[in-house]
């Protein structure tokens, strides 16, 4: 139950941190930079190859941008955790659901508009680089990919706000989190069939592919990532509503 | 006028006690001073009646309704609990700025709580290079900002300088004057004594003491007089020829006398009567550290004899 002076209050509090700030902005610099530069140098090799993805290509960099959207909702939780801050807020605001629904709120509804700029900003910009064999934002999946990586990036960062809620600490929750998604899909790629396409980020991560393979669409993939989401955040709020301050 | 009712609140974490099946009211119109000592409660009695923590048993309401349901929180409660609880990283007058619009209150009461409380010239300053005096003042103007019926201020003269006690003695003195209800805890005995009326004490998470600071330190004290003299020698006779228990003061100049069990009244007469110049005489009171001492002493001597629940496991 988020209130709109709670979550204005959720918003000046986010942009009064330079850390919270800070793994704002680095979002669409991670993902459209890293994309750019894939798309500038790796292209003259990958183009020849048959399973060549000029979409996939230009949202190379989502994989590290949502490490700073997984910050991001982090930060959300763990600034409170420090010295009991928490109290402060919920003194001031102490209908638990109103605070808990209001950083929820914040942290969604600022995490996609970054998010939105970064999507349609990496698939012009990638496309352009990779130049002849680039798509439009008519093509297929194109215009898909661009909402969908928006989308994705603020469910991530909510993902990680419920879990360092209910964890009550931010480094357990990056400590774990970063590892799981960035790491697991490189060690275990048989993963990526099979149960692994499953995982929030490889089932959210379909829609910047044209033309993915698998059981699961596109859409029915940021549907599993969502679903993730919601029992993060569920959890989190179990946390928040029972636990002492 | 808000009134605080607590009734038979308990709370237990893991295996100790904190609070233990508390009663008491805190009124309108006078400030309570919250004693014990370190670890009886108080905190954590504070932390139940904000909702922040819950109750094993029993219940802590304002004005009937528990906090943690209040849809007007700040005009209706301030409080302070920790002045570490402020982010380091967040400027004084952002952090007040949240905190007002949080509650829909105007951005101008920032300004005006960063002026009263002495903070303004580092209201741009992130809060991390403040000293603990300065956190203080944060917290106190975080707790006015709505203009509460009601303050819960957990040692807010911890680090403060004497000049910010004065302030804070006044303030809390005229908030009660308004008709406001005003609990306050604090280590500093001579600083409680002059700014509470009532008192409320605590010793291991027990209710102690719940009466008027005046009648606490009346039933604790025996009455004492002191008095100086030019003859001391003769008043002493003749105090103890009527059968009064005379002693040497001990200021060393041989001219004061303390007398157990009498009033200045019944002193100044007999030297009146006996034609003894008198230079000085006074009731003497004891101090409200003497008797809260005293107090806790009785309650650790009780307490010593007796098997702790829990201690054999």
Known sequence: MPSLTVVHSEWIKMRSLRSMVGSLVAMPLLTVGLSALVCFFVKPA??????????????????????????????VFSQEFHHSGLRVWLSAVPRRGVLYGS??????????????????????????????????????????????????????????????????SGVAVLGVLIPFLLLVPFIFTDLASGVGKYLPNRAGQLLAQQDPQGPIGPWAGLGVT???????????????????? | MSIIEIRGLTKDYSKTRAVDELTFDVHPGRVTGFLGPNGAGK?????????????????????????????????????????????????????LLALAVSNGLPASRV?????????????????????????????????????PAVLLLDEPT????????????????????????????????????????????????????????REFIDSRSTPRVRVRSTEPGRLRTELAARGFVVDDAGDGDH????????????????????GIPLLELADQQVSLERAYLDLTADEAEFTAGSPIAGSRA
Do not use: C
Not at chain 2, 123 to 143: E, W
Not at chain 2, 189 to 208: C, Q, W
Not at chain 2, 255 to 274: N, S
């Open chain 1, 46 to 75: 990958k183009i020849e190859s048959p399973d060549f993805d000029p979409l996939e290509l230009s949202f190379y960099g989502l994989t590290f941008g949502q490490v700073a959207a997984i910050s991001f909702g982090t930060l």
């Open chain 1, 103 to 168: 950083k929820m709120a914040m942290t969604g509804s600022v995490v996609l508009a970054v998010g939105l700029l970064s999507g349609f900003t990496t698939l012009l910009l990638g496309q352009a680089l990779i130049g002849e064999a680039g798509i439009g934002i008519t093509d297929t999946g194109a215009l898909r990919a661009a909402v969908g990586s928006g989308i994705y990036l603020a469910l991530m960062a909510l993902f990680a706000a419920g879990l360092t809620a209910l964890l009550r």
């Open chain 1, 226 to 245: 969502a679903l993730w989401v919601g029992a993060a955040v569920l959890a989190g709020w179990f946390a928040i509503s029972r636990r002492d301050a």
């Open chain 2, 43 to 95: 905190s954590t009695t504070m932390r139940l009646v904000l909702g922040l923590d819950r109750p094993t048993a029993g219940s802590a309401t304002i004005d009937g309704r528990p906090f943690a349901s209040s849809e007007t929180p700040q005009r209706q409660v301030g409080a302070l609990l920790d002045p570490q609880a402020p982010h380091g990283g967040r400027t004084a007058r952002n952090h």
């Open chain 2, 111 to 147: 300004g005006q709580m960063l002026e009263q409380t002495g903070i303004a010239a580092a209201g741009n300053q992130r809060v991390r290079s403040f000293s603990l005096g300065m956190r203080q003042r944060l917290g106190i103007a975080a707790a006015l900002l709505g203009d």
């Open chain 2, 158 to 213: 911890n680090g403060l300088d004497p000049e910010g006690v004065n302030w804070l003695r006044e303030m809390l003195r005229e908030f009660a004057r308004q008709g406001r209800t005003v609990l306050v805890s604090s280590h500093l005995m001579s600083e409680t004594a002059v700014t509470v009326d009532h008192l409320v004490i605590l010793g291991r998470g027990r209710l102690l003491v719940d009466q008027p600071m």
């Open chain 2, 255 to 274: 001219q004061t006398l303390t007398v157990e069990g009498a009033k200045a009244d019944v002193i100044g007469g007999i030297a009146a009567q006996e």
